[in-house]
């Protein structure tokens, strides 16, 4: 078993020390593609993600007939489903888990600038490690550098378009006739953070899905940045 844990480690060790060859040998000057060019394309990529995924998130259904990040219910708020279910209130269940998708459709469309600017102002400090890592990496960059500061300027808007759609008047009636039902618990969720941090997730899932795209495949580079930066990672 020792031997067995030795080889793992010594692979291991190996193919971070390949990686982080590679990762040397590539351009610093700037006769080639140093780090400010793969860190732009690593921009560009994210902006089509932005615009070709994260715009198929603010038409109806974008959210709700999407398996990839489609909003279910919290786990507080499953048993207010069946319950009402199993007393003949299905329709209005129905409803209210279509309205918390409405909202995210409807909050994403009015804060895809925030994620352009977001993107715009990112500095990839590790960009060629970025370039050769996983087919979601400059996502997973994204995400890790806005997540937090995102969702203080996604949270007013998700709460304005719960507002908008009607989100906010249909789940205060279904809490309402649930929490009125005898020997339930009352419930008392926090519907807008729920719905801000699942929207969050589906535009990172939809940026990561493009991402994916370009790495994986050439046709898919649609600029000359795009194609000279991640041949880089063929």
């Known amino acids: 078993m020792k031997k067995i844990v030795l080889a793992i480690l010594i692979f291991q060790l190996v193919a971070c020390g390949e990686l982080q060859q590679v990762v040397n040998q590539l351009p610093q000057g700037s006769s080639g593609i140093g780090t400010l060019d793969i860190a732009a394309g690593l921009r560009e990529a994210l902006?089509?993600?932005?615009?070709k995924?994260?715009?198929?998130?603010?038409?109806?259904?974008?959210?709700?007939?999407?398996?990839?990040?489609?909003?279910l219910l919290p786990d507080e708020l499953r048993r207010v489903d069946k319950t009402l279910r199993d007393i003949g209130l299905g329709k209005l269940a129905d409803e209210g888990l279509k309205v918390l998708n409405r909202a995210a459709e409807d909050a994403v469309g009015e804060a895809t600038p925030i994620f352009i600017t977001a993107v715009k102002e990112i500095t990839f400090n590790d960009a060629k490690s970025i370039l050769l890592g996983a087919d979601d990496a400059a996502t997973a960059y994204l995400t890790k550098s806005t997540q937090d500061a995102l969702y203080l300027k996604f949270n007013p808007v998700i709460q304005k378009s719960f507002e908008k759609?009607?989100?906010?008047?249909?789940?205060?009636?279904?809490?309402?006739?649930?929490?009125?039902?005898?020997l339930t618990t009352d419930v008392n969720p926090d519907l807008?953070?729920?719905?801000?941090?699942?929207?969050?997730?589906?535009?990172?899932?939809?940026?990561?899905q493009e991402e994916k795209e370009i790495r994986t495949r050439v046709s898919s580079r649609s600029t000359d940045l795009l194609k000279k930066v991640f041949a880089m990672q063929d």
């Open 192 to 208: 807008t953070d729920y719905v801000t941090q699942e929207a969050l997730k589906g535009v990172y899932t939809m940026i990561a």
């Open 53 to 71: 995924q994260v715009s198929k998130l603010t038409q109806e259904d974008g959210f709700f007939k999407n398996d990839l990040v489609k909003i």
């Open 165 to 182: 759609v009607g989100a906010d008047k249909i789940w205060n009636n279904l809490i309402t006739k649930y929490n009125s039902i005898p």
């Open 47 to 51: 902006d089509l993600g932005i615009d």
